[in-house]
């Protein structure tokens, strides 16, 4: 008698276990409108780079979060004025205009800022860079801006 009672809560419990499991694949599907962000600023949102000037070339990855697309996303940043004290074609340079591409079926993308030897500079200043996106991709709200002190 033992051993079929034992038997009993066994499968008794298998069933409990192999009852309706969520589809957790579903619940992993991006339905929001397509944003990018800062792969810095997403994993450190305090993050300032800081750098010398005259560095030349600086990338930064940018997150596509979304299912992949299937064409290129050509995609856009600026230069945010309000937080900015650098000058355009003295301190840095957007390269490609300020545009860069996250190709299709790809998650990322890089946009990158040129950052020019300045002669006589004497104290550092700021670049605060800001994406933008396009029709099809929004540009993530806490992880949009990305500044650079750069330093003489």
């Known amino acids: 008698m033992k051993a079929k009672i034992l038997s009993f809560l066994f499968l008794l419990s298998l069933g409990f276990f192999s009852g309706c499991i969520e589809d957790v694949e579903q619940t992993r599907v991006f339905r929001d409108q397509a944003q990018i962000e800062f792969d810095a600023i997403a994993t450190n949102p305090n993050l300032i780079r800081n750098t010398n000037q005259g560095v030349g070339l600086r990338s930064e990855q940018v997150n596509l979060i979304a299912p992949h697309f299937t064409v290129d996303q050509t995609l ?19 390269v490609n205009n300020g545009t860069f591409v996250i190709p299709a079926g790809e998650s990322f993308g890089t946009a990158q800022v040129e950052l020019l030897p300045v002669s006589g500079m004497t104290a550092p200043v700021s670049l605060t860079i800001e994406l933008v996106g396009n029709e099809a991709v929004r540009a993530a709200a806490n992880y949009r801006l990305l500044t650079f002190n750069i330093r003489p």
């Open 76 to 94: 856009t940043f600026r230069v945010f004025a309000d937080e900015t004290t650098a000058t355009e074609g003295v301190h840095y340079r957007l």
